[in-house]
């Protein structure tokens, strides 16, 4: 356990509180007759995903089901013992839950909070502590005796005060960056599809090919395994096409290419596509380069698109517009396939996009890449809150830092 305070104690699990398994083994787990009633039945992934509050789930029991299980009060700490070891969250109403849970209920010198906030900071312990098999799972037997620090009462309580000050923070920037996407997701919309004009914009959009506009090129072909991961030059990887609107010049990796080679040079201004997926869905997602990168290659499995010299264009706004609803649908239309989905180049060029003059192009994607901007920030705030929780609990429960 470690150096800990003086005056804490250190007691097992189940003198600081009760533990119970769940109860749903008197008959067959998938009769239907058990099911669909309004009886919250909370299963190991609503824990999972819970954040620690358990607002959620997706499973419930009708009368006939509470029969051969047990309803546990409102408040009752859920801790997964199978599959998925040391999952812990509080239900915000009664519940009840299989035998691959525990319902925990903390003794009066034991704040649930606190115990909330340590059971969740040893996940890893109690997977280590589970029994391996066809799952691994940890019986009653291993977490009564469990030993934890037991701060007194008082000290538990501030400690998870501080601790759920910056949960509540955390909680507050996932509701923003989720309004924020929102509002860029209807922003995209409105105005790459001119139903919403910029001030100082008007006028009819011209309806133009890929053909007219420029041409494809694949990515390095003839390479083996031995020639990534090393050498000179550098290509842009498969999911740094997916995954951003932008290439990210920081997510980039070493190949091995010969000046001799005839391979395909990637370009500032080239758009690039995932060009085949699993799903018609995730075919044909776009991004763009906006620096000049000397010796840069495209991955196998994406392509490129450059624009002609005399095209008016902003390669940015069209990087928007392949991944607003209307690009997305138009590319899971072309994919074509049966197991994997693909889109030929061919079909792809003869592809008419709307598009404004390139100024306009220009002041729209410039909109588009503030809020891409405030969103980054914004996520860069929570993952930094985010650390700083976990070294909270890291000083907070083991005594090294106290509060007053």
């Known amino acids: 356990m470690g150096v800990i305070p003086e005056d804490w104690g250190v007691a097992p699990m189940g003198e600081l509180a009760s533990i119970e398994r769940g109860k749903f083994s008197a008959r067959p787990r998938n009769d239907p007759r058990l099911y669909g009633g309004n009886i919250p039945f909370i299963q190991t992934g609503d824990v999972a995903r819970s954040n620690g509050s358990i ?33 812990v969250g509080i239900a915000q109403f009664e519940a009840a839950c299989p035998d691959s849970l525990v319902a925990i209920a903390p003794y009066s010198q034991t704040d649930k909070f606190w115990l909330l906030y340590e059971l969740s900071s040893r996940k890893t312990d109690f997977e280590n502590l589970a029994s391996p098999g066809a799952q691994l799972n940890i019986n009653l037997e291993k977490l009564r005796p469990y ?24 909680s507050g920037l996932d509701s923003l960056i989720v309004k924020k996407q929102n509002l860029k997701q209807a922003a995209m919309q409105q105005l790459l599809t001119g139903q919403t004009r910029l001030p100082g914009f008007s006028g009819e959009w011209e309806v133009k090919t890929m053909k007219s506009l420029g041409q494809t090129y694949g990515g390095l072909t003839g390479k083996t395994k031995e020639d990534f991961g090393h050498g000179s030059s550098k290509y842009i990887p498969f999911m740094n096409v997916m995954k951003d609107t932008v290439i990210d ?32 869905e995730e075919v044909g997602f776009c991004s763009v380069l906006l620096v000049e990168i000397p010796g840069l290659y495209l991955n196998s499995f994406s392509f490129g698109f450059r624009f002609n010299s005399e095209a008016k264009v902003n390669g940015l706004y069209f990087a928007y517009w392949f991944r607003c609803a209307d690009g997305r649908t138009v590319m899971s239309v ?58 909270m609990m890291q000083e907070l429960l083991t005594g090294r830092i106290r509060l007053v």
Do not use: C, H
């Open 55 to 87: 607002t959620t789930f997706t499973q419930s029991l009708n009368s006939e089901g509470l029969k051969v299980s047990r309803l546990f009060p409102i408040e009752t700490l859920f801790f997964t013992i199978a599959a998925n070891i040391g999952d």
């Open 147 to 170: 030993l934890l620090p037991a701060p007194p009462l008082p000290e538990q309580r501030a400690i998870a005060t501080a601790l759920s000050d910056v949960d509540a923070l955390l």
């Open 249 to 280: 010049p920081d997510w980039l990796e070493t190949v091995d290419v010969a000046p001799s080679e005839a391979q395909n040079l990637a370009k500032k201004g080239d758009l690039f596509f995932n060009g085949s997926s699993e799903t018609p």
């Open 334 to 391: 072309l994919a074509q396939g049966a197991t994997r989905y693909n889109i030929a180049k061919s079909a792809f060029m003869r592809l008419s996009i709307p598009q404004p003059t390139q100024e306009e192009q220009t002041a729209i994607a410039t909109v588009l890449s503030d809020m891409d901007t405030e969103l980054a920030a914004l996520q860069a705030r929570r993952d930094k809150t985010r650390d700083l929780k976990q070294a």
